[in-house]
């Protein structure tokens, strides 16, 4: 899959995956440094892959969406991103977030490649968003064509209230 990044074509790198997929498992680095997996978060999960929290774009995407997290009763909103645990953590704490668990995938890149979104020349993640049903199965997703855009919230925001 194809989409640009500051205008520029970039090929996402990854298995390629599609809605009714079941997601494998994937392991990531918590903000305390422990590993985070998949499978520790039960019920349903909303996934916002993003580049960077330090930058604008993903700052409004993510505070939206913690915003958004108190109004779910059965979704958990997980933010994954290259940033260091170390960043992740002192951006939550600074933007007051504190309704979405942010995970990085700095080490391993597992997440990146599990889900087609890794953008190989520039070592992040492409923005996307990913809602997962309580077996993992892929039930919306969401590729944004130009990675420095905003997702579609409102789609996204159906999809989990669907």
């Not at 260091?84 to 890149?109: H, M």
């Not at 953008?119 to 990675?147: C, H, Q, W």
Request: charge should be neutral.
């Amino acid at each position: 899959m194809k989409v640009t990044f500051g205008g520029n074509p970039v090929e996402l790198v990854g298995k390629k995956i599609k809605l009714g997929d079941t997601i494998d498992n994937f392991t990531a680095v918590k903000n305390d440094l422990s590993p985070f997996n998949l499978s520790e978060v039960k019920g349903r999960k909303l996934i916002l892959a993003v580049p960077s929290l330090d930058t604008s774009v993903c700052d409004a995407e993510v505070r939206r969406f913690n915003q958004e997290a108190t109004k779910f009763k059965d979704v958990t909103v997980i933010v994954v991103s290259m940033d260091l645990p170390f960043a992740q953590a002192r951006w939550c704490g600074a933007a007051g977030v504190e309704n979405v668990i942010t995970v990085s995938d700095y080490k391993d890149r597992e997440f990146a490649h599990a889900f087609g979104a890794y953008l190989p020349n520039v070592g992040l993640i492409a923005r996307s968003v990913f809602l997962l049903d309580k077996n993992n199965k892929l039930t919306y997703m969401e590729y944004v064509p130009e990675v420095t855009d905003h997702p579609n919230y409102e789609a996204a925001l159906k999809a989990v209230q669907a």
